[in-house]
C-alpha cells in the first residue's frame, strides 16, 4: 500500500480530471432519490431518515419491515463501492442484537442467503448480491431490480423467523 501522502497526490489527480467526482455525485443522487421512491411506495416499511455514505467503502440506507423493528433487526440496501455492485443485509441495531440472530441463524441450517464465518468485523447476518453488474443507463430498471430483490430477501427472511423463531 502506497503512504498517505502518494494515495493523496493521486486523489487529488483524479479529482482534476471530474469525472470521479461526477460518478460520486450521480450515484448519491441515485441512492437518494431510491430512498425516497421506496419509501413513499411502502409507508408499511421504516426507512431511514439519511443515506449513510461511508467512507467510499459502502452506502447504505435501512429499508426495513415494520415486523422486523420489534425484534431490532433491520434490512440495509448497500452499495458497495469496491465491486460497484449492491447488495441487501439483514442487520441488528446494535452488536449483541447482531450476535443473537446470528446465532439463531447458524444453529438452524438455513442457508438461502450468505452469513458471514464469525460477527467479528462483520456488519450483516445476512446477505445476498441484488445486482452485481449494475446498468446505470436505465435507472427505472436498475430500481426495479432492487426493490424486487429487497422484498423477496426481506420475505423470505420474515417467513423463516416466524416459522422458527416466534
Not at 100 to 121: A, I, Q, V
Request: charged fraction near 25%.
Amino acid at each position: 500500500m502506497n503512504p498517505f501522502h502518494e494515495c493523496m497526490d493521486e486523489y487529488r489527480s483524479q479529482m482534476e480530471k471530474g469525472e470521479i467526482r461526477k460518478a460520486y455525485r450521480g450515484l448519491m443522487e441515485y441512492l437518494m432519490e431510491l430512498r425516497v421512491y421506496l419509501k413513499n411506495k411502502y409507508p408499511e416499511y421504516a426507512v431511514s431518515g439519511n443515506l449513510y455514505p461511508g467512507y467510499m467503502d459502502m452506502t447504505y440506507f435501512s429499508f426495513t419491515p415494520m415486523s422486523f423493528t420489534s425484534r431490532k433487526l433491520k434490512v440495509a440496501i448497500v452499495f458497495l463501492h469496491e465491486t460497484c455492485s449492491f447488495e441487501v443485509w439483514l442487520a441488528g441495531y446494535n452488536k449483541h442484537v447482531q450476535v443473537h440472530y446470528w446465532n439463531l441463524f447458524r444453529e438452524s441450517g438455513w442457508k438461502k442467503y450468505r452469513m458471514p464465518e464469525t460477527t467479528r468485523g462483520a456488519d450483516s447476518i445476512l446477505a445476498h448480491t441484488l445486482v452485481a453488474h449494475p446498468d446505470f443507463r436505465d435507472l427505472p430498471a436498475l430500481t426495479e431490480q432492487i426493490e424486487r430483490g429487497t422484498l423477496e430477501f426481506s420475505g423470505d427472511i420474515e417467513g423463516f423467523i416466524t416459522t422458527r423463531f416466534s
